[in-house]
């Protein structure tokens, strides 16, 4: 039985999922790839056959112009990451190590498998847990935060990601006309 908190974090997190669905019907590689303006982030294979994605620390000024699939990449890490960190026993790969799966249908599964999962994750937190920073204090970005503030980060995160997803679908769309 979940908490009237998870059941908030859920619906926010399943109307937000929706959305995303919506958004990448049809979606196929060379729209995944598709890039608004020369001056980008996209994900490419690397000498081994891996799809990397470009990344700098900092970042640079201005940001560049991103792809959706460096944008499905960037869900796909942080995701993991915070999976693995408030969930798992073992520290989660480094960024460096988490690879795009080379297609927008293997991205689309990807994602799908980590909502899947954080849901279920979800489902299982008490009212102490989600109020714990003790699972958040390893995440390269939740120092001090509760895993209740991690989870609605998430949404929020997701959100911002997915509305750009639908916005690269439409200038994509557009450029074709």
């Known amino acids: 039985m ?12 399943d109307i937000t999922w929706a959305l995303l669905e919506h958004h990448v019907e049809g979606l196929d590689d060379a729209g995944c ?4 303006d020369p001056y ?12 990397v994605a470009d990344f700098q620390v900092p970042e640079p000024d201005p940001v ?14 942080w995701w993991t990451t915070t999976l693995g960190h408030c969930f798992e026993k073992q520290a989660p790969p480094e960024r460096e190590e988490i690879f795009w799966p080379g297609t927008a249908e293997g991205a689309v599964e990807w994602l799908r498998g980590l909502n899947r999962q954080w849901r279920a994750r979800l489902h299982e ?15 390269p970005w939740g120092h001090g935060m509760s895993l ?30």
Do not use: C, F, M
């Not at 937190?125 to 995440?139: C, F, I, K």
């Not at 990601?161 to 200038?171: H, K, Q, T, Y």
């Open 2 to 13: 979940t908490t009237p908190r998870t059941d908030l974090l859920i619906r926010q997190l």
């Open 33 to 36: 790839l598709w890039a608004p």
């Open 125 to 139: 937190l008490t009212d102490a847990e989600l109020d714990s920073g003790e699972r958040t204090a390893t995440l």
């Open 148 to 177: 209740a503030d991690v989870a609605g980060w998430v949404n929020v995160e997701l959100t911002k990601n997915v509305a750009e997803i639908g916005l690269l679908r439409i200038l994509h769309g557009a450029s074709r006309r």
């Open 64 to 77: 560049p112009a991103l792809t959706i699939g460096w944008i499905t990449w960037h869900i796909g890490y």
């Open 40 to 51: 980008h982030w996209t994900v490419r294979p690397d000498g081994q056959g891996r799809w």
